[in-house]
Structure formats: C-alpha cells, structure tokens
C-alpha cells in the first residue's frame, strides 16, 4: 500500500479519524508521517503539544486536504487550529467559558451556570430521584450516582433539578459551592483515532477535575465511555476514570439506560465505584403534573395558551399511540408540535 500523501513510498504508519461521523482512514509513509508530526509543533509550540501530545488535532482538515487534491503537508493549514476541537466546542453556547486552555470549557457545559441563568426548564415530580443523588454526592466514599432509565423519562432532568438546588442552597453544606459541568463526550472523542489519544485526552481531563474539588462531572450515555477511543487495542476510558474513582479524587453522575448498564455491571471494578439510581417512567397523572410545571416556557415561546384539557389530551394521546417512546418527553413533543402549528 502506497502512502497517501506523497503516492512514492510504502506506508507504514495507519492514521484513524473520523470524518462526518464516517470512520477514515490516512496512510502514511515514515516521511510524510514526520512532516505531518513537524508541522503540527511547529504550529502549535509547546503549549499545543502539552494538550494534544501526540501532534494530530488536524487529522480531519488533512484527510479532506488529501481528498480534494491538495496532499502537501507542509503548505496545508488546517482550517481550525489544533488546540480547538472540530464542531461546536469552543464558545458560542450557553455555559461554556471559551477558554481553549481548559478541557473543561471545552467539552463541557456548566449546568449550574445555566440553572443561576435561568436558562433550565423547572423540574417538577423528581423529588426522590434529586434527594437520593443529593445522598450519594453527600457520602464519603462511592459517591458516584448513576442515574439508570430508558431514553426519555427525565435523567437529565433530575440533574438539571440538582443544579437548581445548588444555586437555590437547597442542599447540604458539602455541596453548597458545587458546579455540576455536563461532559460533551462525543466532541471528545472526536479525532481521537490514533492509540492512546483519548485515554491522553481523559487523563487531562480528570487532572484539570481534580485540581478543583467542586466540579461534578455529569457524562450523559456514560456507557458510550466504557470503550470509547478503543483504538487498535489502546485501553478504554473505563480503565482511566477507575483509579481515580477509587481514590474518590473526583466525583461524578453518569446516566444510562438498564440495558446498557448491564454491560457496565460486567466491569465489576467500575461499578462497584458507580450507585445506581433508577429514574422510572412517570404515570399519565405524574406526566400532566410535569407537563403543568414547564407549561409557561412552552406558551411564552410560542406565545400560545395551553389548556388544561390540551396538555390531558397531549399526555393521553402520546401514551396511546406512541409506544416506541416514554413519558413525559413523548407528551412535551406533542405539546411542542402544538405550539409550532401557530400560524
């Protein structure tokens, strides 16, 4: 197999990315591998390299450099510099700082910002499921709630709930000054291809938490982490949070599904550090209730007036006909499609 950049020599070193969201890979000879590794430090200097040691943050811009005819390494300028993540990552949303020295800011959201803004929906019949978090979080040792629900029922509400209760004070001493930051995974695996990359990029991640005892990591799908970046046998990030864990040098809340936790229970050293709350569907009555609590948001932004017998028919039409999705987000859909209907 001839490399890719310079069509001459056998390529011996195999690049892997991820191109809209197609898996890619770049073929190299040990020539065109060194340009490639001496263009990036030279980009990027030595604080680029201490965040992406292994010199690849424009694997994506090179792959598409290659496809469209313009194979130079050493001209091609990636469109977004190296320390600064394909997509939305950088600034532009609600809770990010912007900052492209931290991870934290990121890959990640902070959710009791955007709870101090007012910028999340009330939560309303989640009671226990926040007070037993609160618990967990509260524990000395294996602090690490991980809420466990199909897709839909308020997993992330719960957290969104937690948020509200930091910045209301609505909660014990130890957690007063708690920020709970929503980890964008799927930017952080993005470009991760080449061994040991991702494990890198969490390692940092889990430094930068640690040097700050109040943050809360919330990763959402968090079995999508078991696993993840497992490229050509590197290991998966499982394996990088477990030490951490277990030395209780940070705290986090996971969400999952039951199924899907089945196969983290497998990992029996990393559920062991994980408390499992289950989230169970509301009934059509805990629904309405739910339904009554985000009620205004929805009129306000569609400048419509729901009736009480509209969100009743919304909740029993969605638990009637839809049976491939659960309440209350099904009926909030219905409600929603309503709302944009206004002509």
């Known amino acids: 197999m001839l490399c890719q950049n310079c069509h001459q020599n056998e390529a011996t070193i195999h690049l892997y990315t991820n191109v809209n969201g197609s898996k890619q890979t770049i073929n190299l000879c040990q020539n065109c591998y060194q340009l490639l590794t001496n263009r990036q430090r030279n980009q990027g200097g030595a604080q680029d390299m201490a965040q992406d040691p292994f010199g690849f943050g424009g694997l994506d811009d090179i792959f598409r450099a290659m496809q469209n005819g313009n194979p130079d390494m050493n001209n091609q300028q990636s469109s977004v510099p190296p320390t600064q993540p394909q997509g939305p990552t950088n600034g532009g949303q609600n809770g990010r700082s912007g900052n492209g020295n931290s991870l934290l800011d990121q890959y990640g959201i902070n ?27 509260n524990r000395r040792t294996k602090n690490n709630p991980v809420l466990i629900g199909e897709a839909g029922v ?28 929503r980890l964008d995974v799927v930017s952080l695996v993005q470009g991760t291809g080449i061994r040991g990359q991702f494990e890198q990029r969490m390692q940092q991640l889990i430094d930068e938490v640690q040097g700050n005892p109040d943050i809360v990591l919330f990763i959402d799908e968090i079995h999508e982490i078991v696993g993840a970046g497992n490229a050509e046998g590197g290991m998966d990030a499982g394996n990088v949070l477990k030490p951490a864990l277990a030395r209780g040098e940070f705290q986090l809340i996971g969400a ?88």
């Open 111 to 137: 959710m009791t910002q955007l709870a101090k803004d007012g910028k999340i929906d009330p939560v309303v019949g989640r009671d226990n499921e926040i007070k037993r978090v609160v618990e967990i979080l």
């Open 154 to 181: 308020g997993k992330t509400a719960v957290v969104e709930g937690l948020a509200q209760q930091i910045v209301s004070g609505d909660v014990p001493a130890k957690l007063q000054n708690k920020q709970v930051i």
């Open 256 to 343: 999952t599904t039951l199924k899907e936790y089945r196969d983290i229970e497998k990992d029996s050293a990393l559920a062991r550090r994980l408390q499992p709350v289950t989230v169970e569907e509301p009934s059509p009555e805990e629904a309405v209730e739910i339904l009554k609590g985000i009620q205004k948001r929805y009129e306000d932004y569609h400048h419509v007036k729901y009736t009480d017998e509209a969100i009743k028919a919304a909740v029993e039409s969605s638990d009637r006909y839809i049976q491939d999705r659960f309440l209350p987000d099904k009926a909030i859909d219905l409600l929603d499609e309503a709302g944009s209907r206004k002509t």
